[in-house]
């Protein structure tokens, strides 16, 4: 646990939350400031800040508990829909410092929208940095 991080509170089970799940490894609970019913954050029991710092087994726990959590959603509430959201430090738009992923049940016509609007961007302008980050040219993998 790490000092003052409520979500390590809550996986620790010293601070009160909505539990609906929980493992060795993850803790799956609503979210206080939902944005539609059912809104659940799912969060690794060891700390992480973010995508950066988190472990890969940890990382494909959270996965995996969200994609528990995804298919009680489909069953319970049925909805239209699901959006998986996971934001990484200010600047992505995160608010808790420890990782976590939102399952964020939709319903057409919810009113939530995208952040962005997606246009196409020709492939030569794209070539440039498909070659930075192009894993198969180094030995980092």
Known sequence: MTGDCVFCAIAAGTH?????????D???FLDITAVTP??????????????WE???EDWAA???????IASRIRSELDPDGLTLFQANRAAGWQDVFHLHLHVVPRATNDRLHRPWVASPVPLERL?????RLD???????
């Open 54 to 56: 988190i472990r890969p």
């Open 62 to 68: 959270v996965a995996r508990t969200a994609h528990r």
């Open 16 to 24: 009160p939350a909505p539990v609906v799940y929980e493992d060795e």
């Open 38 to 51: 059912g809104h659940t954050l799912v969060v690794p029991r060891r700390h992480a800040a973010d995508l």
């Open 26 to 28: 993850t803790v799956a």
């Open 135 to 141: 894993l198969r040219t180094t030995a980092q993998n």
């Open 127 to 131: 070539e440039g940095m498909r070659r």
